[in-house]
């Protein structure tokens, strides 16, 4: 079983930038499948992006070319880097693991998740 803990969230202006990381216990998290998701007031949780163990990461046509997950393996972290961010993007922000090698993209599929990282447009 892996923990997760995810911070970096905070308030942050339209246009704004975050950092987002989500650190492992337990278990070494290059293994593991990732999902990052986010889940705004009154809305269904929803995906952001995705990456198997190895290879590139995938993104939701929403944050594309905005976001960008990246993995430190001596950290047994994995960071979510938000450029542009956008007042409807105000949500808590959930990372998710699953013992898998490829890349998923259901959140049914996944196994572990953090307590999540508030992100608030400060506008």
């Known amino acids: 079983q892996v923990q997760l803990v995810e911070s970096g969230g905070g308030l942050v202006q339209p246009g704004g930038s975050l950092r987002l990381s989500c650190a492992a216990s337990g278990v070494a998290f290059t293994h593991y499948a990732i999902g990052w998701f986010r889940q705004a007031p009154g809305k269904q949780r929803e995906g952001v992006s995705y990456a198997a163990p190895i290879g590139d990461a995938y993104y939701v046509a929403s944050v594309e070319g905005r976001f960008t997950m990246f993995r430190d393996k001596v950290k047994n972290t994995v960071y979510l880097q938000m450029n542009s961010l956008k007042p409807e993007e105000t949500a808590v922000y959930y990372c998710?693991?699953?013992?898998?090698?490829?890349?998923?993209?259901?959140?049914?599929?996944?196994?572990?998740w953090g307590q999540g990282t508030q992100v608030t447009d400060s506008s």
């Open positions: 998710e693991a699953v013992f898998r090698g490829v890349l998923i993209t259901r959140e049914n599929e996944y196994t572990n």
